[in-house]
């Protein structure tokens, strides 16, 4: 080793330590911060050039009916009334086949592109040019829960990371003062499966979803019940710092341990950033009405809406909202067995507003170039109703089958549809889009290669979509 004289260590010391903090700063706005941060790390992000870098996520619980909104189907029309006729006997979720039933909103081409949306949307119909469609997906399941652990995760058991996890742990933060990945739950219930739905599984801890509440605290016990001083709170978190460090100098390192730690001093950050970055009472009034916070019906939507872009705005990677609770009766979500109009009113009437302001506000503020924005349910609607084998009943039952979503944003072909189902929305015929599928589009979408993205577990090379999974290509602009 060649030894430092008192210049050279001088000269490092102005040097050298700048270039590490001006490295640092490099990381933080590339957002590369915490990308591969473990000792399973992959290759750095991104693995080719990312046509977006941020992700909203709208989770329908309760399964949209494809041929009441995005699939327009004029021979189910022409058949309403009459039984399905197939070579077999369709396996359903409630084991009732009732006859045919046409749709319960009218289609109409709306746009420049001419993309059929129905009524039941007709605020998003006035941004079809923006939707890219995919009408051809089919899921591995017809029960709601392990049919929604799919759709987050791409695996039907509990257990595995969800894609924000994923993309949290590949991507890294933009924000050292937020959570990469962020969770805002429908105010009248959570999920089926609850916290599973945004689980980091068996990737480091703190990649799991954290929860915000759009309405009153933002976010659990962030504050202390009572005010303290600032002396007092200063002590009280060397103190912790103190016994943590001597915890972990005598068991070692611990994954659950750290994660714990970090979000102890990521909630001290978020004390200071979490009131600005959902401060949405100082919106414009424009803005307010443009989600509908005029309207009680989709007031509570169009709050999450705009925390969400917020969210974004403020460096989150990865924003998901849920529209629909857990089942049971009433129910509050898009499960529509009984009666659909009914049901599916109710629902949209909630989100249609709000959604389609979230892409016009998204476009205008210059961010909707790199933010992916996915609309998706576990699986779709039956178009012979859940009745009697001779009954056009009100309802419809579950349809893994065939069923649509729709992405939106950075690197996609607006206006646009992929793939089919048959002449009556029953089965995906065409292009056929499995969520293995779908994860690795949305992967590729933001510059991740989905064979690369892996972590090792248990003997096994993991990743979100198993050992399946092909980028659907027709859908990129």
Request: charged residues 25%; contains cysteine; aromatic residues 8%.
């Amino acid at each position: 080793m060649q030894p430092t004289d008192r210049r050279s260590f001088l000269n490092f010391s102005v040097r050298g330590i700048g270039s590490v903090a001006l490295a640092h700063l490099l990381l933080k706005d590339r957002g590369l911060q915490a990308a591969g941060a473990s000792e399973n790390a992959v290759p750095s992000w991104p693995h080719h050039r990312p046509l977006a870098t941020r992700v909203i996520h709208i989770c329908l619980c309760g399964g949209l009916s494809q041929v009441d909104s995005f699939d327009y189907k004029p021979e189910l029309q022409r058949h309403h009334g009459r039984s399905l006729v197939s070579d077999e006997k369709p396996d359903v979720f409630s084991g009732k086949v009732g006859l045919l039933r046409k749709n319960d909103w009218e289609f109409r081409q709306r746009g420049q592109s001419g993309l059929w949306v129905s009524d039941l949307f007709p605020h998003l119909a006035t941004v079809a040019d923006e939707l890219t469609v995919i009408r051809s997906m089919v899921a591995e399941t017809s029960n709601h829960t392990p049919a929604t652990f799919q759709q987050n995760t791409g695996f039907r058991l509990n257990g595995f990371p969800t894609a924000g996890a994923w993309l949290s742990f590949g991507m890294g933060s933009e924000s050292e003062d937020l959570p990469s990945y962020v969770v805002i739950p429908d105010s009248r219930g959570q999920p089926a499966g609850d916290s599973i739905n945004w689980s980091n599984g068996f990737l480091p801890a703190h990649h799991q979803g954290t929860l915000f509440h759009s309405q009153g605290n933002p976010v659990n016990d962030l504050f202390p019940a009572r005010k303290l001083s600032t002396r007092t709170e200063a002590a009280s978190r060397q103190l912790l710092a103190k016994l943590n460090r001597s915890h972990l100098e005598r068991s070692g390192r611990d994954d659950d341990l750290e994660a714990r730690i970090r979000s102890y001093q990521l909630a001290a950050k978020m004390q200071m950033s979490i009131p600005e970055a959902t401060g949405i009472d100082s919106e414009t009034e424009a803005t307010r009405i443009l989600y509908g916070l005029d309207r009680e019906e989709c007031r509570d939507f169009g709050r999450s809406c705009i925390l969400a872009r917020r969210l974004l705005e403020r460096g989150v990677r990865f924003v998901q909202l849920f529209s629909g609770g857990a089942f049971g009766s009433p129910r509050i979500n898009w499960d529509g067995h009984e009666d659909m109009i009914r049901n599916h009113n109710g629902e949209a009437v909630r989100i249609d507003q709000p959604v389609a302001a979230l892409l016009k506000d998204l476009r205008q503020r210059g961010l909707m170039d790199d933010t992916l924005v996915m609309f998706t349910s576990e699986f779709g609607r039956t178009p012979f109703t859940e009745s009697a084998a001779d009954v056009v009943g009100k309802g419809r039952d579950h349809n893994q089958y065939g069923f649509s979503v729709w992405l939106a944003g950075g690197g996609l072909r607006g206006g646009y549809a992929h793939g089919s189902t048959d002449e009556v929305g029953w089965k995906s015929v065409e292009d056929i889009v499995t969520w293995h599928d779908f994860h690795a589009t949305v992967l590729h979408i933001l510059g991740i290669d989905h064979e690369r993205l892996t972590f090792y577990h248990n003997g096994i090379e993991r990743r979100l979509t198993n050992v399946h999974g092909h980028v659907v290509q027709d859908i990129l602009a």
